[in-house]
């Protein structure tokens, strides 16, 4: 197993290599479609990262990446299942980018703050007038020679 490259990004602007001693594959039957083939070899591809261990992190990279992939983490425990190419290699590849990825979206720095603004003068007169004709043309919808006495 070779290293796991990241491309640069946000947050990671010369990029990152994981190394392959941190990076932990194991293989299983996978279930689905596969003809003759399907129950004897095993194709399915699990690729685990412990982010609490990696070596590449900084401790603010590996805060952020726990923090921001909390739903997808096994205790500190990163996992990414490949299992649709009938192909271990494909599976392999598939897992693999998948983590980049994930890896790559997680250490990007989070958006900037909204700044409130308030509509245009413009906008809410827009908007008035456009509730004004819509309760108009309700009213409308009311049967002729019935007075709403």
Same mark, same amino acid.
């Given at each position: 197993m070779s290293d =796991?490259?990241?491309?640069?990004?946000?947050?990671i602007p010369e990029g990152l290599i994981v190394p392959a001693a941190d990076l932990r594959e194991r293989f299983a039957r &996978? @279930?689905?479609p596969g003809g003759q083939g399907v129950n004897t070899t095993d194709s399915r591809v699990q690729l685990s990262l412990d982010l609490a261990t990696a070596r590449?992190?900084?401790d603010a990279q590996r805060v952020r990446l726990l923090r921001r992939l909390t @739903? /997808? =983490?096994t205790g500190t425990v990163l996992t990414i299942d490949a299992a649709e190419h009938r192909s271990q290699r494909l599976n392999r590849t598939a897992a693999r980018g998948r983590l980049a990825t994930l890896l790559r979206?997680? =250490?990007a720095p989070p958006p900037? &703050? /909204?700044r409130t603004t308030r509509p245009s003068r413009r906008a809410i007169e827009r908007r008035l007038s456009a509730k004004r004709h819509r309760a108009e043309t309700k009213a409308n919808r009311t049967r002729p020679g019935r007075d709403a006495t």
């Open positions: =796991l490259s990241v491309p640069p990004g946000p947050g &996978a @279930s689905g590449p992190f900084t @739903s /997808r =983490l979206e997680g =250490l900037p &703050a /909204r």
